[in-house]
């Protein structure tokens, strides 16, 4: 009899129906289903490749593992730090950092900036230099040759390996007194900027600059850090060199993953990918009442066979059935269509970059198997739920005149 019931349904999805409205509205459920399961496909597909430009933009902010003081900024025994980290076999490299916040000047314009000094074996850590566009990046011959974030560059006007351009970094003295002079204000040195690297968010007004500028504008004796960072020879194990570390090096520092160093970016990317989740789940929702009044104008149309069924002996949970199997096939053909649907737009981004998220940055997309489990279910889910609710059809409605 299941199968009987299930036989009636697929007919009544294929076969003509006994009104061209019918018909017409039976297809409009299916084809408002994949165009919903298309649109959600497609959008958690791009938020997929965002995620992923955007863990490629935080791999060169933040190294695997970042070692600090748990008092004041300056980290103590740096030698014994230096040593416990050039003995640790899982540890490929590291280097050390300095960071504060600093005013650079050039021609009268002015602007607020970081400057991050660093020595010369953080690119072993974070391979910045690879992604600078435009110069050099510093030798480290000299002191005062920087690179620098490309807008705050554009802002300043700031010419590109200059010898004879100059542009000077402040950075305020601590300390009390008296003030009788413009020095006991700040330090001060003139930079040339031998490169430009793209920003981001996480990145915008940087200056990275040679250890030795920053130690010189702070006051700081040779060999400081304010951080130590870390590049791993196999990341996997971060949780148990993280451990060790923390073991050999005692409560005089903190260690942080990259993760932790991110926490907020990665709660808000979170939370908007739960909010794209759920109000694509409405939209979804939403449709499938396209399919509750395709399931109700199809038991209006086919009443009298209904009858006829019944009065044959055709169980009336089997006839329920019938119903519930049509609403079912109308599901499976809108997400199986939808998602080739989305599947081809993806591609069609990929290999076309059409549409642009900015001017020379197209939306990036990732195709992933776990998009089409998350997209499938959520409509299976609504479509199961509304095919059964709307399939609880009375004997008495269709038994009476």
């Not at 499976?332 to 081809?344: D, M």
């Not at 940055?361 to 739920?385: C, H, M, R, W």
Request: aromatic share 12%; net charge positive; proline share 3%.
């Amino acid at each position: 009899m299941k199968n009987i019931a299930f036989y009636i349904a697929s007919r009544y999805l294929l076969s003509k129906k006994g009104s061209t409205a019918v018909t017409f509205i039976t297809w409009l459920a299916a084809v408002a289903m994949s165009v919903a399961v298309a649109a959600m496909f497609v959008i958690i597909s791009v938020f997929s490749g965002l995620e992923d430009f955007n863990k490629t933009l935080i791999s060169n902010l933040h190294a695997d593992l970042t070692i600090k003081s748990t008092s004041g900024k300056t980290i103590k025994n740096l030698q014994k730090i230096n040593s416990v980290l050039k003995n640790n076999k899982d540890i490929s490299s590291f280097s050390r950092v300095i960071e504060e916040k600093t005013y650079i000047n050039y021609n009268g314009k002015g602007d607020v900036a970081y400057l991050r000094g660093v020595d010369s074996a953080y690119t072993k850590v974070n391979p910045i230099d690879k992604n600078i566009f435009y110069g050099s990046y510093p030798s480290f011959e000299y002191s005062n040759e920087v690179i620098m974030e490309r807008s705050l560059q554009n802002r300043l006007g700031i010419p590109v390996d200059s010898n004879t351009d100059f542009s000077t970094l402040f950075m305020p003295k601590p300390g009390t007194g008296i003030i009788n002079k413009e020095e006991d204000i700040y330090n001060k040195k003139e930079i040339i900027i031998s490169g430009v690297f793209p920003g981001n968010e996480q990145l915008n007004n940087y200056i990275i600059a040679p250890v030795e500028l920053a130690e010189e504008l702070l006051n700081l004796p040779k060999n400081s850090a304010y951080q130590i960072v870390i590049k791993l020879k196999n990341p996997e194990n971060i949780d148990s060199v993280k451990q060790n570390l923390l073991k050999a090096l005692g409560k005089d520092v903190e260690i942080k993953t990259k993760q932790e160093e991110n926490a907020a970016f990665w709660k808000m990317i979170n939370t908007e990918k739960l909010f794209i989740y759920l109000i694509f789940a409405l939209v979804i929702f939403i449709t499938t009442f396209n399919l509750a009044g395709a399931i109700i104008i199809l038991q209006l149309d086919k009443k009298q066979q209904a009858k006829s069924l019944i009065s044959l002996g055709f169980p009336l949970s089997h006839l329920r059935m019938t119903y519930f199997y049509t609403g079912i096939l109308i599901v499976i053909l809108g997400v199986i269509s939808g998602l080739i649907l989305g599947t081809a737009l993806c591609y069609f981004q990929i290999y076309t970059e059409l549409f642009k998220a900015v001017e020379d940055l197209p939306f990036p997309v990732k195709i992933v198997g776990e998009n089409y489990l998350i997209v499938a279910a959520i409509a299976s889910i609504f479509g199961i739920t509304i095919s059964w609710f709307f399939s609880k059809i009375s004997k008495d409605y269709i038994t009476k005149n």
